[in-house]
C-alpha cells in the first residue's frame, strides 16, 4: 500500500509538471511574441514567479480540489489514479494538437468521471462544482473585459506620445506584467496538486492504514501532525505546497512551444503595449479567483486577455476562427478527461 501511495503522488507531481509544460505558453507567450524576452530568459522568468506564488497566496483553491469536488470519504487509490490520468492524457493529447485547453478543468473533470463510476452522482460536491463550471464562462469573461479596460486607460494615456518611446516603455512594464501574471499562474494551478496530494493523504484512502502512516508523516512537520492528530481532517502540509509549486515551475521551465506559437502568433498580432494590457488584466482575474478560492482555467483567463486587447484595437485583428477551435477545445475538456478517467479508473478496479 505504501508504494501505491507514493506511486500516486508521483503521478501528482507529474501532473503538475504537465501543467507548467502545458501552460508554459500562458505566462510566456505574449512576452516571446512581443520580443521582449527571448524564449529561453522568458520561462525562466515565468518560472522564478510560478514558484514565488509559494509565499504569497493561501491554500483555498487547493482546498477547494481537495475536498470541494467529490466527497472525500469515498477516495481511495484507484479514484486517485482514474482522475490523474484523464487528466495527464487529455494534457498530453491537447499539448500534442497544439491547443490551449485547461489543465485545470482537465483534473476536475478527470475527478468527476471516476468518482461517478466508482459511487454515482451522490459522490459529487455540487456546490465546487457549480463554482468551478460557471467560472469556466466567467474566467475568459473577465481576462476579456481587464484587458479592455486596462487598454481603454492605457491607450488613452499615452495617445499623443511618440511610439518608440511608448513601446520602450512597454517594454519594460511587460516584464512586470509576465511577472504579475505568472505569480497567478503559480497560485491557482500549483494549488490543484496541492488539493490532489492532500486528499491521497487524509482521504478515505488512508482510513484504517497503517502504511498510509509512515507516507502521511513523512510529510508533515510536528506541528502539522499535531493538527492531524486534533483532528483537522484536511489541510496542506508545507512540504506539499513546496513540491508541488517547484514541480510546476520545472515544467514551465520545459515549455510547451506548440501552444506558445498559437497564443502569441495565432490568434492576434501584439506589441509590448498589448502584452502588458493582456497580461495584466489575466493576472487581475487570477488573483481575484484565487483569493475567493476557485480554481479557474489560467489558460482562459489569458486567452480571454489576448482578444480582449485585439477586440479593442480592431475587431477583425482576431483571427476568430483560431478562437472559436479554442473554445471548443475548453467545451469537451470536462467531458474529455472524465470519459479517460473513467476508463482508467475501471481498468484500474481489475488488477
Known amino acids: 500500500m505504501a508504494i501505491w501511495i507514493l506511486f500516486l503522488i ?22 516571446v511574441a512581443t520580443r521582449v524576452l527571448s524564449p529561453r530568459l522568458a520561462v525562466w522568468w515565468a518560472a522564478f514567479f510560478n514558484f514565488a ?50 489543465s485545470s478543468h482537465a483534473l476536475i473533470g478527470g475527478l468527476i468521471g471516476a468518482a461517478l463510476v466508482k459511487a454515482g452522482p451522490a459522490s459529487l460536491v455540487t456546490s465546487g462544482i457549480l463554482k468551478t463550471v460557471v467560472f469556466i464562462v466567467i474566467a475568459p469573461v473577465m481576462g476579456f473585459v481587464m484587458g479592455i479596460v486596462i487598454a481603454s486607460i492605457v491607450f488613452r494615456i499615452f495617445a499623443h506620445s511618440n511610439p518608440f518611446k511608448v513601446d520602450g516603455i512597454f517594454r519594460k512594464g511587460q516584464l512586470f506584467s509576465a511577472a504579475a501574471y505568472s505569480l497567478g499562474h503559480g497560485g491557482n494551478d500549483a494549488q490543484k496538486t496541492m488539493g490532489m496530494i492532500s486528499m491521497i493523504l487524509f482521504g478515505g484512502i488512508a482510513s484504517g492504514s497503517g502504511d498510509i502512516s509512515m507516507v502521511r ?75 475567493l478560492g476557485i480554481p479557474v482555467s489560467t489558460t482562459h483567463t489569458i486567452t480571454g486577455g489576448i482578444v480582449g486587447i485585439g477586440s479593442f484595437k480592431r475587431f477583425s485583428a482576431v483571427r476568430w476562427g483560431v478562437a472559436r477551435k479554442i473554445v471548443w477545445a475548453w467545451v469537451v475538456t470536462i467531458p474529455a478527461s472524465a ?9 484500474s478496479t481489475l488488477f
Open 10 to 31: 508521483a503521478l501528482a507531481l507529474f501532473f503538475d509538471y504537465l501543467n507548467g509544460f502545458h501552460d508554459a505558453a500562458n505566462s510566456v507567450s505574449t512576452v
Open 53 to 102: 506564488a509559494l509565499f504569497v497566496f493561501h491554500t483555498g483553491v487547493a482546498k477547494t480540489i481537495g475536498s470541494g469536488i467529490v466527497d472525500i470519504s469515498i477516495v481511495d487509490a484507484n479514484l486517485v489514479f482514474g482522475a490523474l490520468m484523464g487528466a495527464c492524457i487529455w494534457n498530453l493529447l491537447t499539448w500534442w494538437w497544439g491547443l490551449p485547453s485547461s
Open 217 to 291: 508523516d513523512f510529510f508533515m512537520t510536528s506541528s502539522e501532525a499535531a493538527r492531524y492528530a486534533a483532528g483537522e481532517d484536511f489541510f496542506i502540509p508545507i512540504s506539499v505546497a513546496v513540491l508541488c509549486q517547484l514541480a510546476i515551475a520545472l515544467g514551465t521551465l520545459s515549455g510547451g512551444w506548440r501552444i506558445v506559437k498559437t497564443m502569441g502568433q495565432k490568434v492576434t498580432r501584439l506589441k509590448p503595449i498589448d502584452g502588458f494590457c493582456a497580461e495584466s488584466g489575466a493576472a487581475i482575474s487570477l488573483f481575484v479567483s484565487s483569493w
Open 339 to 347: 470519459l479517460i478517467a473513467a476508463a482508467a479508473y475501471w481498468a
